[in-house]
């Protein structure tokens, strides 16, 4: 089995900074692409920023220059550093990533968080 378990959501004004992390645990051989994406209420949930192994990391439109993604794969970790955060971002936060579990096995699957919500006060 392989969880993701988000942290560091919350409520915060308009301006100010968050640190989104996610752990991925349990039977992992390697971790590929990593991404953040969020959900706001009544809406579809939407890419935040993905960040492959080793490469550079691509950002929404909406959050460049405000969010940076990064990981620490001896963490097994993703994080999202949010910036100058405006009440458009509130929502909840989900962390997946692209998981093989198996040195035996080729098979790469998607796994997802249970979420954390971020709320942006005006």
């Known amino acids: 089995q392989v969880q993701l378990v988000e942290s560091g959501g919350g409520l915060v004004q308009a301006g100010g900074s968050l640190r989104l992390s996610c752990a991925a645990s349990g039977s992992i051989f390697r971790i590929n692409a990593m991404g953040w994406y969020r959900q706001a209420p009544g809406k579809q949930r939407e890419l935040v920023a993905t960040?492959?192994?080793?490469?550079?990391?691509t950002y929404a439109d909406s959050m460049k220059g405000r969010f940076t993604i990064s990981r620490d794969d001896s963490k097994n970790s993703v994080y999202l550093q949010m910036n100058s955060l405006e009440p458009e971002d509130t929502g909840d936060y989900f962390c997946?990533?692209?998981?093989?579990?198996?040195?035996?096995?080729?098979?790469?699957?998607?796994?997802w968080g249970q979420g954390t919500q971020v709320t942006v006060s005006s």
């Open positions: 997946n990533a692209n998981i093989r579990r198996s040195i035996y096995d080729n098979l790469s699957l998607t796994y």
């Open positions: 960040i492959p192994t080793g490469g550079s990391p």
